[in-house]
């Protein structure tokens, strides 16, 4: 069973073997804080249900053109979180009714800058 490798290490005192599933180009960026904490997306929305698997597999291709979509389609909650406070006009837009949804695209999500350097 897997779970001995992880008490099989402790008590030896010695680091988990990490075998990394999830792999992006060495030349993109990816901000979990910016997802999970700022936009308030699940773990599963990208991971699958991890908490289902008795091993952890990739279940999306994460590609561009597949964050590009997510960023196209997923609204933005302007409600109560600071962080957005720097989009003022469509703040305004969204409060006087000028805009129903703010996408991520619309806040920059598209932008190449944001996720290559």
Not at 14 to 23: C, Q, R, S
Not at 24 to 51: I, M, R, W
Not at 56 to 61: G, R, S, W
Request: proline fraction near 2%; hydrophobic fraction near 30%.
């Amino acid at each position: 069973m897997e779970i001995s490798k992880i008490l099989d290490a402790y008590k030896e005192g010695k680091p988990l073997a990490w075998v990394k599933i999830h792999n992006l180009p060495d030349h993109v960026y990816f901000n979990h804080a910016q997802h999970v904490k700022v936009g308030k997306v699940d773990c599963q929305s990208c991971h699958g249900k991890v908490e289902e698997m008795e091993q952890i597999k990739q279940v999306n291709t994460l590609s561009m053109g597949w964050c590009i979509d997510c960023h196209r389609k997923s609204e933005v909650d302007f409600g109560g979180n600071d962080y957005y406070d720097d989009f003022k006009k469509l703040h305004d837009d969204f409060k006087s009714g000028k805009k129903e949804k703010v996408f991520v695209s619309d806040i920059g999500g598209i932008d190449c800058q944001k996720c290559h350097y």
